[in-house]
């Protein structure tokens, strides 16, 4: 009997010893191109992070870590990978949450669309169990998602990449550790189609917000952190869906993402729909996006500062900068800043999405009566090295009449002598109207917001050197103060 026991322990220790071994082998022999992108996470202290960003790669390119860091010490990863369906974030998050416990999980519904389990591109599915060590996740994805004969080559990695042992090189036995917390997804090219977006209103859905398979395993990823007392928030973060792209047409499109806002509210949830917040987050898709969906260095800042500040704001979430076990997050952070500066990449300011208006209804505007702003005296705006774009306000009502005033307007820097103030058409990136403001005197327009149903913005145009203090700013809807 003692024998026997001493023979099952050995099989055991061996079977272990194996498995161990079959992991650190096939961590040399697969390809590791984007492992930073996929389970870097698994590097860092387990429990570390507060929010895990899940997505195809357009959350890949827009949501930076980094950049939500340095502006709200919110500490998060973002996991997502090109091509990723739904099915495979809802094993990607399972895995993830085998080491961290974070506080929310944003999944973005950009792919819900998709009919195929892997999205079209198998390969990504390849990439993710590659990286991802053994474990029981790992099998049940293997066994939920893929036909019984491609079981043994996914099972054992090593069976799919024995014959790149010719390929290796010493960086195949460096652990490469990703300290931008998957940041580094951005690109820098911008876009050289032309800028064509027409923005759907809200109300216009499709009955369904995506495929059938997709659904299933939103579904399970909604009661997974419900079971684990983890908040989801839903996300479509910006694209230039427009007619026809590499996904189908952008209309339709737009359709599904405004579906979901119904969705969430079905299953007590948040959901940010970006494309309707483009004006509040700066996109300029000619000048911050690769292509239709991929965000650039600058757009990646815009839209990682935006979505950080809905983070804030809507989630008790802890600002740990200063915290003495955070402190390597700081010196993350200069690494990712330094590589931008190396690639010529403008930094924002951490406070870029209060700039964006200068007056915000959160700080510098208050809402009184019927007026629509009102602006805190005086309303500064400090000189810059080019033309400046100061966007005052921007839910208007097609066809209704506005009266903009300001009680006086006086020159703190440069020279001219007047400001243009102009109502933008976003969509179609022309001014509708405009008007001037002569410097030291009181000032009112009255205009009305054209019935196209295109998206209108009020901004006063800063000419380059040029500062400028404005007092008793107001707009208000009619043709009268009175």
């Known amino acids: 009997m003692k024998k026997m026991v001493v023979d099952v322990l050995k099989c055991i220790v061996f079977f272990l010893v194996l498995i161990i071994l079959l992991n650190i082998t096939t961590q040399i022999f697969v390809d590791k191109r ?19 960003f899940l997505g195809s790669s357009k959350v890949v390119t827009a949501c930076s870590p980094m950049v939500i860091w340095d502006a709200y010490g919110i500490t998060s990863y973002n996991i997502a990978m090109g091509g990723q ?72 990695s090593l069976l799919y990449f024995h014959n790149r042992w010719k390929e290796l090189s010493k960086a195949d036995f460096e652990k490469n550790i990703d300290f931008t917390y998957g940041a580094g997804g951005g690109v820098q090219k911008t876009s050289d189609q032309p800028i064509r977006l027409t923005i759907l209103p809200d109300d216009e859905i499709t009955d369904s917000c995506g495929s059938d398979i997709s659904m299933q395993y939103m579904g399970k990823i909604i009661d997974m952190c419900a079971e684990k007392g983890v908040k989801l928030l839903l996300l479509n973060v910006p694209s230039r869906a427009t007619g026809q792209t590499n996904h189908g047409n952008g209309e339709m499109l737009q359709r599904q993402w405004n579906a979901f806002a119904d969705y969430a509210k079905e299953n007590n949830l948040l959901y940010l ?7 509040e987050i700066g996109i300029d898709f000619s000048t911050d996006y690769a292509d239709w969906s991929h ?16 983070l804030k704001n809507n989630y008790n979430l802890t600002d740990h900068r200063g ?61 810059n090295d080019s033309i400046h774009y100061n966007k005052l306000y921007w839910s208007f009502e097609a066809g209704s009449t506005y009266i903009l005033s300001v009680d006086n307007m006086t020159l703190t820097e440069g020279v001219g002598d007047y400001m243009r103030i102009l109502l933008y ?29 295109n998206r209108y913005t009020l901004v006063f145009r800063q000419a380059a050197g040029m500062g400028v203090d404005i007092f008793g700013a107001e707009l208000l809807k009619g043709t009268s103060k009175n």
């Open 34 to 52: 984007a492992r930073n992108e996929i389970i870097g996470y698994q590097d860092i202290a387990k429990n570390s992070v507060d929010v895990l």
């Open 85 to 156: 369906s739904i099915p495979i974030n809802y094993y990607n998050l399972k895995s993830a949450f085998l080491t961290q416990n974070p506080e929310v999980v944003v999944l973005d519904v950009g792919y819900a669309f998709q009919k195929d389990v892997f999205a079209g591109q198998p390969a990504r599915f390849r990439q993710w169990l590659d990286f991802s060590p053994f474990s029981i996740v790992k099998v049940m994805a293997i066994l939920d998602l893929l036909p019984k004969e491609e079981w043994p080559d996914h099972l054992i």
């Open 273 to 279: 729909n970006c494309l309707h917040h483009l004006d």
């Open 295 to 310: 965000a650039n260095l600058i757009g990646q800042q815009k839209v990682s500062l935006f979505i950080g500040q809905y």
């Open 323 to 383: 915290e003495a076990k955070y402190s390597l997050w700081n010196d993350s952070y200069l690494i990712y800043s330094e590589q931008l500066t190396s690639l010529g990449i403008n930094i924002l300011p951490k406070n870029y999405t209060n700039e964006l208006s200068s007056l915000n209804q959160k700080e510098s505007v208050q809402i009184r009566d019927n007026n629509l702003l009102k602006a805190d005296n005086p309303l500064t705006l400090t000189s």
């Open 425 to 453: 058409d976003y969509a179609h990136k022309k001014v509708a109207f405009e008007t001037k403001f002569n410097f030291n005197s009181s000032s009112e327009w009255v205009f009305t917001v054209p019935t196209d149903g």
